[in-house]
């Protein structure tokens, strides 16, 4: 019964989408104690191992290298900034980091099999809207 509920919840839209996903990925990686989820310990593991993995990567994909050579590239040429380069390797670079986010999910899903992926996209999912709707602080004015 669990298992048919989730898969329904799952295709009326209730799961979570990569962005979701990449957050919660670099939440259980940076964190000790990482949000609870309905998993095995041997899931769990595979879990941090993947987000781990997935933390370490994307952060080798950062724009400051791109903005850093658009420079050089302007100082080069005697010019203003090439806006147009800049933009398009941008648009590469988020390329690059959606492909590598959808192959951790997709690693993700064979480690963890069907029933427990779907339960936890449930769980990300259910994560991601408690934060969204907790209050935030107000700035001091």
Not at 23 to 52: C, G, H, N, V
Not at 69 to 76: F, G, H, M, S
Not at 96 to 123: C, D, M, T, W, Y
Request: proline share 4%; with cysteine; charged share 20%.
């Amino acid at each position: 019964m669990k298992v048919v509920l989730l898969l329904c919840c799952a295709a009326l839209g209730w799961a979570a989408d990569n962005s979701t996903f990449e957050s919660y990925f670099l939440t259980m990686a940076q964190s000790k104690d990482a949000p609870t989820a309905p998993l095995s310990e041997t899931e769990l593991r595979d879990l941090k191992s993947i987000a781990s993995d997935y933390a370490t990567k994307s952060s080798a994909l950062g724009y400051n290298g791109i903005v850093f050579e658009a420079r050089l590239r302007a100082i080069a040429a005697n010019a203003t900034n090439d806006a147009e380069w800049e933009q398009e390797q941008m648009r590469a670079l988020e390329r690059r980091r959606a492909a590598l986010l959808a192959a951790h999910i997709e690693q993700l899903k064979v480690a963890l099999g069907n029933p427990s992926f779907s339960a936890l996209e449930l769980h990300v999912e259910a994560w991601h809207k408690a934060l969204m709707s907790a209050p935030h602080p107000q700035a001091r004015k």
